[in-house]
T-cell receptor, first 112, second 114 residues
C-alpha cells in the first residue's frame, strides 16, 4: 500500500453509532492530519497529531497514532447524518517542510 | 474564521490555452501550496512556496506550471498550455509557522480542459 492508506474504503452506519477509520503509512512522519471533504467541496481540517503524541481529542473526534505500527485511527462518536463525507489522512514526512501526502480516503455514510 | 479563498470556482478551457487560478491565502500565513485532485483520485501535492520562492515541488509540477505571488495577498497557479489530463480540482492552501503546521485549504477550482 502507499503512504497514507485508509481503511475501510467505504463505511455505512446508522446515526448515533460510532465510526472508526484507519490509516496506515510507510515513512517516518513529522505529523499526521485528518481532513474531511464533502462531495465536490474543499478539504476541511479536522485534527493534527504530532509524531510524539499518541492520542488527541476534539469534540466528537478522537485520533490515535501508533508510530511503531505506522498507523492512525479516527473515531467519530455519536455520528450524525451531517458527518456523511470522505475522510482523508495526510502525513508530513520527516525531512519534508510541510508537504502533505494524502491517502485514498474513507467514504463515510451516516444513515438517518 | 479566516479562510483561503479561490477563484474561479469552475473554469472550462480549450486544450492548449493558458489558465491562471487565483488564491487569497489566510492573511498572516507565510507558506502557500497548490494541490490537485483528479476526479475519483487522491489529492496530490504540486508545489509549496515560501519567502517568494518555491520550497518543494512534485514531479507533476513540470515546466508547464508556474506559481507567483504578484502582490501581498494573491497567490496564483499558471498552467501554460493545458492538456486534457490537467482536468482536476485544484486546491490552494496556506499555513503559518505558528499554526503548528496545520494546513488550511480553500474550496478549490474545478478546471475542465476540453
Amino acid at each position: 500500500s502507499q503512504q497514507g492508506e485508509e481503511d475501510p474504503q467505504a463505511l455505512s452506519i446508522q446515526e448515533g453509532e460510532n465510526a472508526t477509520m484507519n490509516c496506515s503509512y510507510k515513512t517516518s512522519i513529522n505529523n499526521l492530519q485528518w481532513y474531511r471533504q464533502n462531495s465536490g467541496r474543499g478539504l476541511v481540517h479536522l485534527i493534527l497529531i504530532r509524531s510524539n503524541e499518541r492520542e488527541k481529542h476534539s469534540g466528537r473526534l478522537r485520533v490515535t497514532l501508533d508510530t511503531s505500527k505506522k498507523s492512525s485511527s479516527l473515531l467519530i462518536t455519536a455520528s450524525r447524518a451531517a458527518d456523511t463525507a470522505s475522510y482523508f489522512c495526510a502525513t508530513v514526512s520527516s525531512g519534508s517542510a510541510r508537504q502533505l501526502t494524502f491517502g485514498s480516503g474513507t467514504q463515510l455514510t451516516v444513515l438517518p | 474564521e479566516p479562510e483561503v479563498t479561490q477563484t474561479p470556482s469552475h473554469q472550462v478551457t480549450q486544450m492548449g490555452q493558458e489558465v491562471i487560478l487565483r488564491c487569497v491565502p489566510i492573511s498572516n500565513h507565510l507558506y502557500f501550496y497548490w494541490y490537485r485532485q483528479i476526479l475519483g483520485q487522491k489529492v496530490e501535492f504540486l508545489v509549496s512556496f515560501y519567502n517568494n520562492e518555491i520550497s518543494e515541488k512534485s514531479e507533476i509540477f513540470d515546466d508547464q506550471f508556474s506559481v507567483e505571488r504578484p502582490d501581498g495577498s494573491n497567490f496564483t497557479l499558471k498552467i501554460r498550455s493545458t492538456k486534457l489530463e490537467d482536468s482536476a480540482m485544484y486546491f490552494c492552501a496556506s499555513s503559518n509557522l505558528f499554526s503548528g503546521n496545520t494546513i488550511y485549504f480553500g474550496e478549490g477550482s474545478w478546471l475542465t480542459v476540453v
